[in-house]
């Protein structure tokens, strides 16, 4: 077999159905499964938090001649970053340096239901069927929910950081805590006073001593445009967040305590524009997300296979989270196109391809988090030509925004 008619005649379950699982559902499709159930444990649309999501330009053009994004997906079109420090003179700062930064930025929730709409006519979507376990079985692999057993020829694990497909695949993995945590928000930019003193095509880059906040526009859900933003810091913490091995901390659930020290912070170390942007954004708006990463090495077993943030999570300072859940169910399609019989091989193939690229995604997370916010370098002091040779240390192989996608 080979071409689109690889997998004719095969079973497929595709666990998740976020971006990972929406991707990979297509990869199948045109590898030529026609046999594919995907289980989500969640009940209709995904919730959507109405934050950000960055894919680097070229990087998409990759990915929309790969089939996976295209221009009718809404986005702001972002094209050079800013880096600004606090200084008493300037609402926004000193700016320290600018640099280009061709990036397209999307809302999550749009993106996933622009996803969701391309899962191919025929797909079993099973919405609200949790997986309890997988399991290998013979050649291929089962699935187990509440209403019991049943086998396939391949089982695509798409169910993210917590996966359960792992626990089978990879189960000596451990997700490792970096010590620090992202604050996220985001809100329309109606309510954000002098907005036009920050340009529409700039990602600002506000950095602090132990860390710093990027704030770029993203589309609204009605063709508005929203104000988006994270902030990275170790401190600080407050009650309800657990200092060792913290969980994430959904919007409404964040106690306001830990909401006011954060409000503390940004107006003592940011400038005021960049501070007033963000404590202006709602309770139901902010939530916290704690920095793990790891990479499941193995990714692939028997007929089992993982995929997106199941197989590989790096810290976000990397700008390629769905990136690289996009271009995993890419690599994925190229494997099982050139199956020719031995899905086995082909499986082995797409897991060497996909643990190449995370490995230095991880990598890179690792080397951004510690100069963005574990090891800090004295920002006041840096001129731009010096902030510039900052940076190509801490992105040497030149990956940020993900890796150039090869096929
Ligand atoms: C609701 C939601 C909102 C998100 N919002 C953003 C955002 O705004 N910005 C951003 O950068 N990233 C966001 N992410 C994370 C982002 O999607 C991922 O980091 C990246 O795109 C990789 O996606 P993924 O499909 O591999 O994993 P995820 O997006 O984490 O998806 C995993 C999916 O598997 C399902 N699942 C998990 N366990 C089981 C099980 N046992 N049985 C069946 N289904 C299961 C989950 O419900 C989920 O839909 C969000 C994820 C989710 C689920």
């Known amino acids: 077999m080979s071409g689109s008619n690889a997998l004719r ?3 497929a379950a595709v666990v998740g159905g976020s971006i990972g699982g929406c991707a990979a559902t ?6 030529g499964c026609r046999d594919t159930t995907v289980y989500e444990r969640t009940t209709g649309a995904l919730a959507d938090r109405g934050v950000g999501v960055a894919v680097h330009t070229a990087r998409y053009a990759e990915l929309e001649a790969a089939g996976y994004l295209d221009a009718s997906m809404p986005c702001v079109q972002l094209a050079e970053r800013h880096w600004y420090v606090r200084d008493e003179r300037a609402p926004l700062g000193r700016m320290l ?11 999550w929730g749009p993106l996933w239901r622009e996803l969701r709409a391309r899962v191919p ?3 079993h979507f099973r919405s609200g069927t949790p997986v309890l376990s997988v399991a290998e079985s013979g050649a291929g692999a089962a699935v187990h929910t509440e209403d019991g057993s049943e086998p396939y020829d391949v089982v695509i694990g798409a169910d993210g950081y917590r996966s359960v497909v792992r626990a089978t695949v990879c189960p000596a993995v451990e997700p490792r805590y970096a010590g620090y945590l992202a604050w996220r928000g985001a809100y329309p930019e109606s309510r954000l006073p002098d907005s036009e003193s920050w340009p529409e095509h700039s990602c600002a880059y506000v950095v602090f001593s132990g860390g710093h906040v990027v704030i770029y526009r993203i589309p609204g859900a009605d063709g508005d445009v929203r104000v988006n933003w994270v902030l990275y810091t170790s401190a600080p913490v407050g009650p309800g967040i657990r200092r060792d091995d913290p969980s994430s901390v959904p919007p409404r659930a964040l106690d306001g305590s830990a909401r006011t020290l954060l409000y503390e912070l940004v107006k003592t170390r940011l400038p005021p524009f960049w501070a007033t942007l963000i404590t202006l954004t709602r309770a139901e708006e902010l939530f916290v997300q704690p920095m793990y990463d790891f990479m499941a090495t193995p990714g692939v077993r028997g007929g ?3 995929l997106g943030d199941a197989a590989t999570v790096a810290r976000p300072h990397t ?3 769905a990136v690289k859940a996009l271009q995993d169910a890419s690599l994925l399609e190229t494997a099982l196109r050139g199956a020719d019989g031995d899905l086995s091989g082909a499986l082995g193939r797409y897991d060497a391809a996909r643990s190449a690229a995370g490995s230095s995604m991880v990598g890179l997370g690792r080397q951004l988090g510690r100069a963005l916010v574990e090891a800090t370098p004295e920002w006041g002091a840096l001129s731009s030509s010096e902030l510039d040779a900052w940076w190509h240390r801490a992105d040497a192989a030149g990956v940020f925004g993900g890796r150039q996608l090869k096929k």
């Open 304 to 306: 089992l296979a993982l």
């Open 9 to 11: 005649g095969l079973r």
């Open 319 to 321: 700008g390629a989270g």
């Open 121 to 123: 006519e025929g797909v």
């Open 97 to 107: 340096g600018s640099n280009a930064f061709p990036f397209r930025t999307y809302n």
């Open 26 to 31: 297509l990869a199948l499709h045109r590898a």
